[in-house]
Nanobody, 119 residues
Framework: QVQLVESGGGLVQPGDSLRLSCAAS????????MGWYRQAPGKQRELVAQ???????NYADSVKGRFTISRDNAKNTVYLQMNSLKPEDTAVYYC?????????????WGQGTQVTVSS
């Protein structure tokens, strides 16, 4: 079993920055990939950024050049540095971890953290 704890959301103004963190804990697991999704009111959850075990990353077109995903393997923690935030970035952001436990793949989700960008 893997537990995820997210932090870092909040209310900011357009152009500001925020950093989200998501720490995975538990035992007997290995992480294949970590990522961030977001869901705005009335919209479907969408991928924001993902980083796989080899270090490769991919981003939604809407955040390329503004957001950066990174990972601290020693801490099993993934970060999302969000710069030049826009009102359309307002959403609940969810951390997702793809892990293997006893050789089987499981997807784990964080509880979500609210990011609001407003003047």
């Amino acid at each position: 079993q893997v537990q995820l704890v997210e932090s870092g959301g909040g209310l900011v103004q357009p152009g500001d920055s925020l950093r989200l963190s998501c720490a995975a804990s538990g035992s007997g697991f290995s992480i294949n990939a970590m990522g961030w999704y977001r869901q705005a009111p009335g919209k479907q959850r969408e991928l924001v950024a993902q980083i796989i075990s080899g270090g490769s990353t991919n981003y939604a077109d809407s955040v390329k050049g503004r957001f950066t995903i990174s990972r601290d393997n020693a801490k099993n923690t993934v970060y999302l540095q969000m710069n030049s935030l826009k009102p359309e970035d307002t959403a609940v952001y969810y951390c997702k971890v793809i892990a293997r436990v006893v050789g089987l793949r499981y997807d784990y989700w964080g509880q979500g953290t609210q990011v609001t960008v407003s003047s």
